[in-house]
């Protein structure tokens, strides 16, 4: 448990915070939100209005002096524009991608933990290189860090989705060790009744006669799943959700697509998360959350290893 200020709670950030999947873990936990950041319009709609918090916009204009004190930073960053890392020149290399933003408010700031999130495949993007890169860059700014490959699966959410999360400790004496999880959810209970849901989310009898010729599910229910290439596979669980593609290529039972609360629920979002963008930028908002489950298992972890760290100054 932190004890920062002789208290059991804790401050946080939240940087690329999205609609909050950060932000629930957190809450649940017993965190008080000081900083937000987040540059979609959409996304910040949806977090003033379920947190009361008006995110920063653009991260790359923010002065991190400016940014409150806190005990834990988040940062669910984005994986693109890693190209240049790879010369192994630590925080020099990560100049220019949305990591160093991250870093320089670690640098400027110092909290004593962060929790890092980003797609498993950080961990092997330019053959390990980029991942070696911003270890290398996260020790230069004194942190002992632990990573790992975590799948929403694992942690009570019927959702295949593999992350890779990175853990950073001031204190090079904190012991950590990442949960294991308990299996997945339950499907059923993330479902909604057919007959509940509107007709619009239906597909067209065209493609649901066409995909039952092609595939016959072991599972009821299940979410049947289209590759690229056209073939068609059926599990108890949902494939990872996209930012874009998820309302086409998943279909439950084979006839008709995920409603923005079902793919909110695959992330952990409980149902007094307020919706309040359309459906496409609901689905494209689940898509690119943080599974709550996921960030609650290892945030407990810090928390149940009883922590401690000086006060923040």
């Given amino acids: 448990m932190i004890n920062s200020n002789g208290k059991d709670s804790f401050t946080y950030i939240d940087l690329f915070a999205g609609i909050g999947g950060f932000h629930q873990a957190a809450a649940q936990l017993g965190g008080e939100c000081v900083f937000a950041c987040e540059i979609d319009p959409y996304a910040q709609a949806a977090y003033i209005e379920n947190y009361g918090i008006i995110p920063y916009n653009d991260i790359t204009a923010l002065d991190a002096g400016d940014v409150p004190n806190h005990d834990i930073l988040f940062a669910g960053f984005p994986c693109q524009a890693f190209s240049i890392c790879g010369n192994m020149r630590g925080f020099e290399d990560t100049r220019g991608t949305l990591f160093f933003d991250v870093a320089r408010i670690l640098e400027n700031k110092k909290p004593p933990i962060f929790i890092l999130e980003n797609v498993k495949q950080l961990s092997t993007h330019d053959k390990g290189r980029t991942l070696h890169t911003i270890l290398l860059t996260l020790d230069e700014l004194g942190y002992k860090t632990h990573w790992k ?157 009883k922590t401690t760290t000086s006060p923040v100054s």
């Fill in 149 to 305: 490959v975590l799948n929403a699966l694992d942690f009570g959410l019927p959702q295949k989705r593999e992350r890779t999360i990175i853990v950073g400790f001031l204190d090079h004496n904190a012991s950590f060790i990442f949960p294991h999880g308990s299996g997945p959810g339950n499907l059923s209970s993330v479902l909604e009744n057919d007959n509940d849901v509107d007709e619009k989310y239906f597909a067209s009898d065209h493609i649901a006669i066409k995909r039952a010729k092609m595939h016959v599910s072991k599972f009821s229910p299940g979410i049947w799943h289209e590759n690229k290439a056209g073939n068609i596979s059926s599990y108890p669980y949902s494939c990872a959700l996209r930012a874009g593609a998820s309302y086409n290529y998943l279909l439950v039972n084979g006839k008709r697509r995920l409603t923005p609360r079902e793919m909110l629920r695959l992330q952990g979002f409980p149902d007094s998360f307020k919706i309040v963008c359309n459906d496409s930028q609901t689905r494209k908002q689940a898509g690119n959350a943080v599974p709550v489950n996921v960030i609650h298992a290892v945030l407990k972890e810090i928390l149940n290893g």
